[in-house]
């Protein structure tokens, strides 16, 4: 699946199984249906430096992000936990503002500046649920988080939190942080899983992440250009160890 996007004369394409850095790119990713049959992951590295960002003008000050939620009803009770989880972290970093769209868009058609939060029925695709972005140099410009009813509609209440939970974690920049869906489950939803009940919400590791990559809301994160030995801009944690902080998440044991 390739398409291709014409954003400030730059020429952006974006593939299920890359992306391309000239100018820009609109990156893909999709969380599988079928483990077996795996897809290349474009969120992959262990860094904060190795995520995409939104853009912000907050100087490490957290992200201040809008959300459209354009779900119908049933998938309301799921939505609303995982944006409370995600708002509420520790540390503090994002500052979510949800609205309603003004009219309904089966299409889920991305809006710049926004992370837009569908379902529908979308077939027998070999994905549960899905995170599309469009990326100009290095920065997020728009976001849509995508649920298959095909699949959820027959699947646990655990999965439908779990899904949504995971593609929103996709939303702010986030990659896996495991893609084992049969080992040891790291307790947070942003892990592959066979048993999705185990990993209902973000945690402490994901905000720690989130942090360096766009500070905190309090403010007293700010940027340095070497945190943890990695070369390139990042923001500082205020609240955790440097043993905590450098913790890659492939590093984290399992068994």
Known sequence: IVSIIILLSAIIAAAVSGVFTKGGITSSHFDLYDPVHPRVNPHGGDTPYDFNTWYTQRSCKGLDLYIINNLDDKWEPYFKRSINDWENGDPNVLSLHVHDPPFYDPECEPIHGVLKVCNGDYGPTDWIGVNH?????????????????????????????????????????????????????????????????????PDRSNFLFLEQMYGNVEGTSHYSNNVNGTEGLHCTSSIADDSEISKKRKLVEKV
Not at 168 to 188: A, I, K, S, T
């Open 133 to 201: 972005f469009v990326i100009q140099w290095k920065h997020i410009i728009s976001s849509i988080a995508i649920m298959n009813d095909h699949h959820l509609d027959k699947m646990s209440d655990a999965a439908k939190q779990n899904t949504m939970c995971h593609e929103l974690g996709h939303g702010f920049g986030l990659g896996h942080w495991d893609e084992d869906f049969y080992n040891r489950d790291l307790g947070n939803c942003i892990d592959y899983t066979a048993t999705p009940e185990n990993n209902q919400a």
